[in-house]
DNA sequence: GTGAAAGCGCTAACAA
DNA sequence: TTGTTAGCGCTTTCAC
């Protein structure tokens, strides 16, 4: 492997211009600069990222944490800050805490100590906690905020109200609401805007696993409220609701209509095809990626923001019988 | 932050001791041993990857690359791997090539300069390039076979067979095959198998985007064959297939029986759930990381192997109306 | 078993 | 603009 003395040999300058000559291009002459730079090409020069990062403290690594790489909301976002962190030349070091909780600190304790900065993506770990990541180095949160950090969170209560409405438009008056984690930031979040909508009563039936066999659960649950409808913490629920109401022989969306979160790709595959709350997963990816940038360069302290979600309306949601618009 | 030498003095002893206390444990004395592991826990001490890495030559990074993050057989196998790395202290390096051929060559060159090993996924690229890369360091191939090189593939020539057996145990004798990319190692793979089971006469309807998309365009087709059944390149596929025929008024599986192959989530999430050719993905991570970890201590070359899959039965197949048994 | 010393490949002052 | 000189924090001979 060529080193970037060889290049520099090659070249004929010393390994400063031709470190140079690479990384600052404009700091050197044009004709010098062409002499390594063809010099580098020739020789297949590839940079020591190690011996970078350990000579300019810059590691060039962006560290991601995640619950669940087999979750496709998590999934999106790992993309998201994989492009984005393409672009500027980073790449990624991925951590899947797999839901370990005890783990996770640790796992961010390891990576922090060798990354630029990290994107967390941790639902339930202790807002203390957090605190003590973010005094460790940059960091930015994604679907969680934390008061005073830097986030990426989705406008879910405004999704919340979007469903609401739609649904008092098509004449429910009663919705239960299936919950996701109780610790969960996003699901505090969505809770708030329960009550948003005038006209429309909401029963909130509890905590579920954000998996599709928590909805399934939580079907029989929802059911027993007598709710013409029923909103979702996220569409793996939404699709469990569906699959039990199926098999208890309710239909969707002709007796009851359901409402999901996310918008994941299974949600478009569905019969009756689910309509729910599209949260540009993501993008959210990117923006917390080029968020973290921003905090490593301007060392501003970084806003959080929110991003607008959409209601797609697909087959799931209909007009409640009883108050059916004649035809 | 503390370094091995803060370490180091808090202990009494010398840079070289703290090293080997906490990477050699045995050729350190006792007491030695732990006045070092004591001290670094005492201030916090975290080893400098890039440090150790330009040391000693090893990055303790693996490599891992795929077409596509969002693809959850791709995130499946990024789990297994996420998750056997981390039980040997290594880290992954994500990339996703995001389905581009052209860039992947590149990503890969850039990462395998910084990694001591790589999880190559990439059902696309020329098999002469995969030895280009072979030979620039340890590699290990997912889902797909290059003479000489290591891999992890799925046995899903047996998955095929499996699938036409149950298909004709149900009365079915004209099946027909959705195929996926035309390039792809494991459509060519599947393929051969198609001849396998007697009784059953299998038309391809040719390759079709491995995508929900790519099903629905393929539906039409696999009806025009008059085939009783279709088995799929993959779920989203099948999914994709199922959609369309739902929306053709062909009931799945009264009228054509459908088979999908990985046993995504949205599997069983579907009515009818779909049967299906489980491979197991997660394991395929978890058996490419640790052999890529042979590959590099015993130096070994490191054989193919062909992890076992499995029909899932589930509602989406039946037995073939003209042919039913009598109950 | 332990320490001293020499780098790993690169960047970043500092001089020139 | 360029080269010289020091390291970055760690591992690893090599003596002791």
Same mark, same amino acid.
């Given at each position: ?13 010393? *390994? ?42 810059? @590691? ?27 672009? @500027?030349?980073? #790449? ?28 967390? !993506? ?10 003590? !990541?973010?005094?460790?180095? *940059? ?27 739609? %649904? ?15 610790? @969960?930031? @996003? ?22 696993? *954000? ?17 013409? $409808?029923?909103? !979702? ?34 949600? #478009?595959?569905? #019969? ?8 540009? %997963? ?38 409640? $019988? ?6």
């Amino acid at each position: 492997m060529a080193t970037l003395r060889d290049v520099a040999v090659a070249a004929g300058v010393s *390994p400063a211009t031709a470190s140079r000559a690479l990384s600052a291009p404009d700091t050197v002459s044009t004709a010098r600069r062409h002499r390594v730079i063809e010099a580098a090409e020739r020789l297949g020069y590839q940079p020591n990222r190690s011996a970078q990062a350990l000579a300019s403290g810059q @590691s060039g690594h962006v560290g991601l944490v995640l619950p669940d790489l087999a979750n496709p909301s998590f999934a999106a976002i790992a993309k998201g800050v994989q492009a984005q962190a393409r672009g @500027s030349r980073n #790449s990624v070091l991925i951590a899947d805490t797999d839901e370990d909780a005890r783990a996770e600190r640790e796992i961010v304790r390891d990576l922090q100590a060798n990354v630029d900065g990290l994107v967390l !993506c941790s639902p339930r770990m202790p807002e203390e906690q957090i605190r003590e !990541c973010a005094a460790a180095g *940059p960091l930015v949160l994604v679907n969680r905020e934390v008061e005073g950090l830097p986030s990426v969170t989705f406008d879910s209560a405004a999704g919340v109200t979007q469903a609401l409405q739609h %649904l008092r438009a098509l004449g429910h008056r009663h919705v239960a609401y299936v919950g996701g984690p109780t610790s @969960s930031w @996003s699901d505090a979040h969505r809770r708030r805007a329960l009550g948003s909508v005038d006209g429309v009563e909401v029963t909130d039936v509890g905590s579920h696993r *954000p998996v599709h066999q928590g909805g399934v659960a939580a079907a029989d649950l929802a059911l027993e409220t007598g709710a013409t $409808a029923v909103l !979702c913490y996220n569409d793996l629920i939404a699709l469990g609701v569906m699959s039990r109401l199926r098999a208890r022989g309710v239909t969707v969306p002709d007796d009851i209509s359901v409402v999901g979160f996310d918008d994941i790709g299974a949600a #478009s595959y569905v #019969s009756p095809m689910l309509t729910t709350v599209a949260i540009p %997963l993501t993008r959210a990816g990117h923006e917390a990626t080029t968020m973290l940038e921003q905090l490593r360069s301007d060392g501003t302290d970084g806003h959080p923001v929110r991003l607008p979600v959409e209601l797609v309306v697909r087959e799931s949601t209909s007009p409640h $019988a009883s108050t059916a618009p004649l035809t």
